[in-house]
Structures are given as structure tokens and as C-alpha cells.
T-cell receptor
Framework: QQQVKQSPQSLIVQKGGISIINCAYE??????FPWYQQFPGKGPALLIA?????SEKKEGRFTISFNKSAKQFSLHIMDSQPGDSATYFC???????????FGEGTQLTVNP | NAGVTQTPKFQVLKTGQSMTLQCAQD?????MSWYRQDPGMGLRLIHY???????DQGEVPNGYNVSRSTTEDFPLRLLSAAPSQTSVYFC??????????FGPGTRLTVL
């Protein structure tokens, strides 16, 4: 039972374009939604996170949009760069940091 | 700070063998956990611990044991390895209700 569904599985974007990755969750008790970035051969690292009391959070080129009624959240990467090429995971938990449930992952490739 | 360290980086086992994956953190984090990463399935929680002496099962605990005798260490034991346990294993730690920090992973192949 996949409680967090992520799409697309893979994404190819040109340099300077916008990358958009979407996630949907089922458990309304989730109250913390982080995004992790993973480079090949490395462990995942926290990129940005949001709580459901706000609809959007922006950090540099990275923005999370959150729609509580639809139980969906998305990651937008503006001005995508080749260095952004990595696997991105959305996740959710009932309290920030503990017992994370991950989406399936999106492999992002940014072409120069 | 070394952060979260994992050993070994790579391991090949034969079916039925046992082994222990080591995880250590030097950040005095209460919460530690083990995940496995398989293609197209994200990361799935195996076991977790909220402090020394306290462990609990995650989403996919079968075939794995854990113990937490100290705050720093959280080893994962495979009792009798099976090909289905071929995966990349990540250990993570955090303060309770805070950002989780992941180790570099152990790539395990079971033949």
C-alpha cells in the first residue's frame, strides 16, 4: 500500500526550464512534507519541507506548493541547471522527521 | 562531526548467510532508522528507534533484526540472507520530530 504517490517517474528538462514533480498522499494525519534530493552513490539529503498551515514555501530556485483539500503537493525547480540532475523523493510524516513515508522517486535530468 | 556513517559500503552474500550492517552517528540524535531503497519503490522503513533500548518495526521488518544499546549505534542484522534482500540500505538519524540525516548507504547483493 503506497500512501504517497509520486509522478513522473522520470523527467527531462532543458537548462533554464522549470521542473515540476507531483506527489499525492492518502493519510490526512500527515503534517510534515519534505523533499529529498539524492545524487548517485549518496544518501538522500533534505532539500525543502513544508507544513500544511501554508500553501507555498520558497527557498531560492526551489518552491513547494501544497493543496491540503486535494491532498497534493509539488516541487517546482525554476531555472533548472545540469547540477540539479538527481533523484528527488517526496515524503510525508505525522510529526516532522519521524517515520517518513516516501514516494517512489523521480529521476530528473537537466540537459545543458 | 562525521554525521551518519555506515559500514560496509558494499557487500556480497550467499543465500542463507547472516551479517550485520553497521550504523553510527555522532550528533547525539535520539531517533535512528533503517530504510531500504529499491528501484521504483522509493525508500521503505525497516526498523526504527526513538532512543537507547527502544526499537520498533517499520513497513518491511521481516528478515531483519535491530538493537539499540547506545545512542550512537544502530546495527541492522540479516538473519538468513535471501535474494529478495538485495538492495541499498540507508541509515538515518535525527532529533525527535526534526530533519532526518542519511548515511551514504550500503549496497548489498545476495546471490
Amino acid at each position: 500500500q503506497q500512501q504517497v504517490k509520486q509522478s513522473p517517474q522520470s523527467l527531462i528538462v532543458q537548462k533554464g526550464g522549470i521542473s515540476i514533480i507531483n506527489c499525492a498522499y492518502e493519510n490526512t494525519a500527515f503534517d510534515y512534507f519534505p523533499w529529498y534530493q539524492q545524487f548517485p552513490g549518496k544518501g538522500p539529503a533534505l532539500l525543502i519541507a513544508i507544513r500544511p498551515d501554508v500553501s507555498e514555501k520558497k527557498e531560492g530556485r526551489f518552491t513547494i506548493s501544497f493543496n491540503k483539500s486535494a491532498k497534493q503537493f509539488s516541487l517546482h525547480i525554476m531555472d533548472s541547471q545540469p547540477g540539479d540532475s538527481a533523484t528527488y523523493f517526496c515524503a510525508a510524516s505525522k510529526a516532522s522527521g519521524s517515520r517518513l513515508t516516501f514516494g517512489e522517486g523521480t529521476q530528473l535530468t537537466v540537459n545543458p | 562531526n562525521a554525521g551518519v556513517t555506515q559500514t560496509p559500503k558494499f557487500q556480497v552474500l550467499k543465500t542463507g548467510q547472516s551479517m550485520t550492517l553497521q550504523c553510527a552517528q555522532d550528533m547525539n540524535h535520539e531517533y535512528m532508522s533503517w530504510y531500504r531503497q529499491d528501484p521504483g519503490m522509493g525508500l521503505r522503513l525497516i526498523h526504527y528507534s526513538v532512543g537507547a533500548g527502544i526499537t520498533d518495526q517499520g513497513e518491511v521488518p521481516n528478515g531483519y533484526n535491530v538493537s539499540r544499546s547506545t545512542t550512537e549505534d544502530f546495527p541492522l542484522r540479516l538473519l538468513s540472507a535471501a535474494p529478495s534482500q538485495t538492495s541499498v540500505y540507508f541509515c538515518a538519524s535525527s532529533r525527535l520530530a526534526d530533519t532526518q540525516y542519511f548515511g551514504p548507504g550500503t549496497r548489498l547483493t545476495v546471490l
